[in-house]
């Protein structure tokens, strides 16, 4: 791995994070403060275990925030392109939507619910159903305008090319 990025990592978060941190309301509590201590120590928790595979805080596969579902995504680097991957299964490519918009990559969507038999009656669901969103913070290097979406088999793939007039984050400094 190169020195520049042990350094400055980017945070392909950012955006997702504080458009969650200004949607998460206070737990009902009749006393504030200890409503807020909660929040913060569960925020406290989640951050620290975040991108672990086997957490101790992840109940299910699909995780939540901010009442949608949000999918698994992967992000790689490969040479002149970054490669994001989304699990998206069970929702049909009609039902997928990814724009960008001042540097923010915004994959939308919907895993739609049809019952056809009404005499059914369920005695576990663990599937989740209903709008998701992720949004990804893209590098400065990244060329925007010619990002590719493929979508096959309930994945959604995203190349993203890097633009080879952006200078890199970092650098390396030689010592004398």
Known sequence: MELKNVLTPWNWFKKEEEQTSKTQALPITREPSLGRLHQEIDQLFESFFRGFPFSPIRQTEQTWMGGMMMPKVDIAEEGKHYTITVEVPGVEEKDLEVSIADGTLTIR????????????????????????????????????????????????????????????????????
């Open 109 to 176: 969507g919907e895993k739609r619910h049809e019952q056809e038999n009404r005499e059914k009656q369920y005695h576990r669901v663990e599937r989740s159903y209903g709008a998701f969103q992720r949004m990804l913070s893209l590098p400065n290097d990244a060329n925007e305008e010619a990002v590719e979406a493929k979508f096959k088999n309930g994945i959604l793939t995203l190349t993203v090319p890097k633009n080879p007039s952006t200078k890199p984050a970092g650098r390396k400094i030689a010592i004398k």
